[in-house]
């Protein structure tokens, strides 16, 4: 076998988030939240530095700033005080400036910015694997059990609500996968890129696609292909892996758009 | 074109006000919204078989009573009660659907439903054709016009065998002899389902004819009653002018009158009014 074990990691570690990032980023799309997205991106570097500072697993605060974060920007919208919009770029750079400020005072400074910035799926480690496939396994079953009330609100929340959806929690539950699927991204395509992930699958998809649970599925399989593609890329020329993927994500969302739209558009 | 519904048709009679007929009933209902009252002491109710429809001018609060009494809002006071176990279908005022959701209207109906019998397709075809929308179970939403959004919307709440259907300005969006049609539709689903109807609108002429009673809110009670009796009100005419409710006193004049002959051209009146047709002023004085 010419593909080395690191290789192997890799492409696992990578179609693993993209498996749940195609489901979860279509919701992305449909909501309308990319820029939500980038603030759980940036501010997760908050918590990677957060977590040398402590002393304890990355992963660990990282998911917990994203789920503070989501919960913030959750109340901001629901408050109106403030125009969502500008709140939370607010959010985002500035847990973002307040990592990289952090980082700074770490004495230990052989932190790798890059990888964190980038992705370093290349060096992901058995380790990583378990967390990937385990965060992605319980956000795929959540996201099964909450699909309809889910779709139901994003067609319409007042009609949702007379029908029954409890649309708060159903919310709060999306927000939390994000949260989750952003922390298990950051290791693939690094902070900056995560948002890629999510929407660019998902938006080819929706070329392509007649009917939401398409669309969905779909997106995996774009995410995976992706990755692969990425990763080749990576491995035979020399490119920087996680930007390799969102490059080559891109590059299958022209080629939707390009060809897929007809078929979809002009149907009976 | 077809003609409007008419109030004085025959039709299942309601029992007058007993306990067991009511849907909902809502007492001294007051919202404030960021400091600003938006409704105060608001009562009202709806019984099974009836039209009620809310009217009043833009921003009186009517879309907010809908919410309050649909459970989305909570009331800063007063209490809505409503049967138990009662089943609401709504259709809201305005349904955009994100064109980035690819959506068929036979998905689109599914939502409602859960995972009851009426998710079959056969049901779903039923009620499209039920509302005058038949064949349009696979063609997708963002295809759809106004007129048919409304019919697909509302096939979406008589899927869950409502008691009540809260309608939210149903013909927006909607031509003028849709409109009509629309309405007819209404007062044809009431009559076969035997469910009541809340609708809101701020149209006034058709909708008139197509309600049993009236609500005319501007952040209060105004006046609340029949058709005929509302528009004769004062307080109907503070709010919407005199030369109004003197077309719609008109309106009703005509529409009375072409019932007691049998045989008058209703179409005729009906355009003359409900267009605005100044001429329709003269005939009343």
Redesign the interface.
Known sequence: MGIPDFMLRAALAGAGVAIVAGPLGAFVVWRRMAYFGEALAHSSLLGVVLGIVLGVLPWITVLGVSVIVALLLYVMDRSKRSTLDAGIGIVAHGALATGLVLLSFVETARVDLFAYLFGDVLAATPHDLWLIYGGGTAVMAVMVMFWNPMLSVVVNEEVASVEGVNVTRTKLVHLMMLAVVVAAAMKVVGVLLIVALLIAPASAARQLSRSPEQMAILASVIGVISVIAGLWASYELDTPAGPSIVVAAIGLFVLAVCFGNRSVRSAP | MRGLPTRNRPRIMIGQMTENNMLLDADGVAVEIGGQSILSQVSAHVESGEIVTLIGPNGSGKTTLV?VL???LKPNAGRVAAKSGLR?G???QR?S??T?????VG??LK??V?RGPNRQRGKRTAVLTEVGAQGLI?A?MHDLSGGELQRVMLA?ALL?DPDLL?LDEPVQGVDINGQAEIYNLITRIRDSRGCGILMVSHDLHLVMAATDRVICLNHHVCCAGKPEAVTRDPAFENIFGAEVAAQLAIYHHHHDHTHDSGGAPVPLDHSHTYQGDTGAHTHGD
């Open positions: 919410r649909l459970g989305v609401i709504y259709v809201p349904l659907i994100e980035s959701l690819p959506l068929s998905r689109f939502f409602g859960g696979d997708r979406r869950r809260v």
